[in-house]
């Protein structure tokens, strides 16, 4: 599912598209966090893909799966950045409880 699709159909609100994928530099200061195909070694990735499986409806395989992302809560306005969690290896998420803690935290500052 491309931004186009998703957009309408999951997000009600403005949304922004890092076409050029620049914002996943910030996870690993001014370069890309790539994973290898050594990675996929890891029970927990195949977990994950199979967990992914069972939830995830609408997907494609477009892309480039060797990226790692990871998740920032920022502040309003000027407030920079509140908490990031970049990915370690494939399909690795924080913990719910953090990112509501931390979204919390930059909703009071």
């Given amino acids: ?3 186009g699709a998703f ?3 999951y997000w ?5 598209h890092d076409v050029d994928k620049q ?3 910030v996870f690993n200061g001014s370069k890309h966090l790539t994973a290898t ?5 890891n029970p927990a990735v195949w977990m994950r893909i199979r967990a992914a499986g069972r939830n995830v409806k609408d997907s494609n395989l477009n892309g480039d799966y ?4 990871g998740l920032m809560v920022v502040k309003a ?8 969690h970049a990915e370690r ?14 979204a919390n935290k930059a909703v009071q500052a």
């Fill in 1 to 3: 599912m491309q931004v």
């Fill in 7 to 9: 957009a309408p159909a």
């Fill in 12 to 16: 009600g609100g403005e949304l922004y």
């Fill in 23 to 25: 914002l996943y530099k």
């Fill in 37 to 41: 195909a050594w990675g996929l070694l």
């Fill in 66 to 69: 060797t990226i790692l992302g």
């Fill in 77 to 84: 306005g000027d407030g920079g950045i509140a908490w990031v």
């Fill in 89 to 102: 290896t494939f399909g690795e998420f924080p913990e719910t409880q953090r990112v509501i803690e931390a």
